[in-house]
Nanobody, 118 residues
Framework: VQLQASGGGLVQAGGTLRLSCAAS????????MAWFRQAPGKEREFVAG????????YYADSVKGRFTISRNNAKDTLYLQMNSLKPEDTAVYYC????????????WGQGTQVTVSS
């Protein structure tokens, strides 16, 4: 599976962005999907995850209530709607796809930069 993240950019605090992650090579319909982010000088961290049927979603406490993860299996695309953005949300955002081993994600996108100015 090849993953291509897009939709990042520069936005003011309080603004919104919608990230997309398009998959190719294989359908994502049977994969767990997630978004991670990595800020400069920090380790990569989990942001949000979604089950393969989209019936289960998971969020980091820092984004709960502001971000929404969703997927369209027919389009092989993952989304992250980000509202009420804060400067601390500034990071490179990565999408990932995981198989049956819940301890890892097998495929990663190249990342898209999100910068939130104060």
């Amino acid at each position: 599976v090849q993953l291509q993240a897009s939709g990042g950019g520069l936005v003011q605090a309080g603004g919104t962005l919608r990230l997309s992650c398009a998959a190719s090579g294989r359908t994502i319909s049977t994969y767990r999907m997630a978004w991670f982010r990595q800020a400069p000088g920090k380790e990569r961290e989990f942001v949000a995850g979604i089950g393969w049927l989209a019936t289960s979603t998971y969020y980091a406490d820092s984004v709960k209530g502001r971000f929404t993860i969703s997927r369209n299996n027919a389009k092989d695309t993952l989304y992250l709607q980000m509202n009420s953005l804060k400067p601390e949300d500034t990071a490179v955002y990565y999408c990932a796809a995981g198989g049956p081993d819940l301890n890892k994600y097998d495929y990663w996108g190249q990342g898209t930069q999100v910068t939130v100015s104060s």
